[in-house]
């Protein structure tokens, strides 16, 4: 009856899948989430063979107008140690030449269900006087970019509402982690390829494997921290846009995003 919970959006493949396997292994029991009907519940089926906790999966589009309130009634009778928003995707493109429908529901999942989520769980953590959120930034969280103008900008609005509410939660029991990965080996990259009509784009770099990564956010999450960015390279490319012209930021990275698109 004493047993932790942890809930995990975006559960079914990638970063989120790897953080349920690594909490089951360490005796978590799991409420995952995702719109993937068939891939959550084959990723579900697997960690439940493989560890001895319970599973819960919830399919879920969390891109939809009052999706977080629903989740949340769904399993308010529970206490959760541990939530962790993770749910996403990217668009390439230029903002002129966009699908506006696909933009809404990243937005709506980037930064009114995220928060929404954190607002929800948060208020009966503190009334708890304990548990732990993470919400699934990016490095695109430092700077603007162009031909990914909404992705970077919503990246940055989870950091910037992460680190604030972080600060005050404070002497509560609860604390608040904003993950600051870089490029790695996820299906994020086919994703936003799909969402812009060409499906030939496919990821093209990658520094750190996605167990690196959950590891590494796992940790930071335990010991409290505010900030993750896993990797020593990631945490020079944080300091590096201060130091050069702003104009010539934008254009690097903009070439560097069509290079990854050839």
């Known amino acids: 009856m004493n047993r932790k919970l942890a809930l995990i959006t975006g559960a079914a493949s990638g970063l989120g899948y790897e953080f349920c396997r690594l909490l089951a292994a360490d005796g978590y029991d799991l409420v995952m989430v995702d719109r993937d009907r068939e891939g959550l519940e084959q990723s579900a089926s697997k960690l439940q063979q493989k560890s001895g906790v319970t599973i819960q999966s919830y399919v879920k589009d969390l891109g939809r107008n009052h999706a977080a309130g ?6 308010e009778d529970r206490e959760f140690d541990i939530l962790i928003n993770n749910a996403g995707f990217g668009l390439y493109g230029h903002f002129a030449n966009t699908d506006w429908e696909i933009e809404e529901t990243m937005l709506h999942l980037h930064v009114l269900t995220l928060t929404h989520l954190t607002k929800l769980f948060l208020q009966k953590m503190i009334r708890r006087g304990s548990g732990r959120i993470m919400n699934v930034s990016s490095m695109a969280a430092f700077q603007p970019c162009p031909t990914m103008s909404l992705y970077y900008a919503s990246k940055g609005y989870m950091l ?3 680190e604030a509410v972080a600060n005050e939660v404070k002497g509560t029991g609860v604390t608040v982690t904003v993950l600051l990965p870089g490029l790695f080996n996820t299906n994020f990259a086919r ?16 520094n750190s494997t996605v167990e690196q990564v959950a590891k590494k956010a796992l940790k930071g999450m335990m010991k409290g921290k505010i900030r993750v960015i896993p990797g020593f390279s990631n945490k020079l490319m944080v300091l590096l846009p201060r130091f050069l012209p702003r104009n010539f930021v934008l254009s690097a990275l903009r070439r560097i995003q069509e290079r990854l698109r050839q």
Request: charged share 30%.
């Open 160 to 162: 910037y509402f992460s």
């Open 191 to 206: 994703t936003a390829a799909m969402n812009s009509g060409s499906a030939e784009r496919q990821e093209k770099a990658a």
């Open 70 to 75: 629903e989740l949340y009634k769904e399993v």
